[in-house]
């Protein structure tokens, strides 16, 4: 009886421990530029957070876009999609560490088709304060302020990661399965709530 038991409950245990980290993972993060967010919430796949600060006055968005798990040959992108739940009309934030010089590369790319590899271009919203960071051999992160309009309260959240060209100048194109076509959801920006 015991020995059947045993496996059970050591599988619920370690659920439930891995339950209470995913949710608590973003709240215990702290950037080590001192920024500091509101809110947050733990994004569902690709091992990434988003933390923010929503001013419902200005409708200004300062955001934190944060992705573990990444190498120097890996770029990531974090977007808002004012057209749906999905990849095509996102007009993305994306960072790579360029092979080069070492330095961050980080810049505005809007998404019109699903052969793109996120060429720089201007978006719908006007960003400032965009910068990236690459810390721990692992940690990379998208800092930026989004001019959002009056009735964005709700936006629809798109975020990807994937290999950088040969070069290692650009982005290459993400994975198509899996995670990568799960990455995308709503979130209120007052109450934190995903869907």
Known sequence: MHKAVLPVALFTLITLFASCFATQACNNHTFSNNRTFAKC??????????????????????LAFWHVGKTPSRWVAWAINPSGKHMIGSQALVAYQSNSNGSMRVYTSPVDSFATTLPEGRLKYWVSRLS??????????IFAVVQLTSNMTTINQVWQEGP????????????TSGDHVKSFGSLNLVTGVTS
């Not at 950088?164 to 994975?175: C, I, Q, T």
Request: charged letters at 20%; hydrophobic letters at 30%.
């Open 41 to 62: 919430v733990d994004l569902p796949v690709l091992n990434s957070s988003l933390h923010w600060n929503y001013n419902r006055s200005s409708y200004t968005l300062d």
């Open 132 to 141: 990236a960071t690459f810390e721990k051999e692992s940690e990379m992160t």
């Open 164 to 175: 950088l060209n040969g070069k290692g100048d650009g982005p290459s194109a993400h994975a």
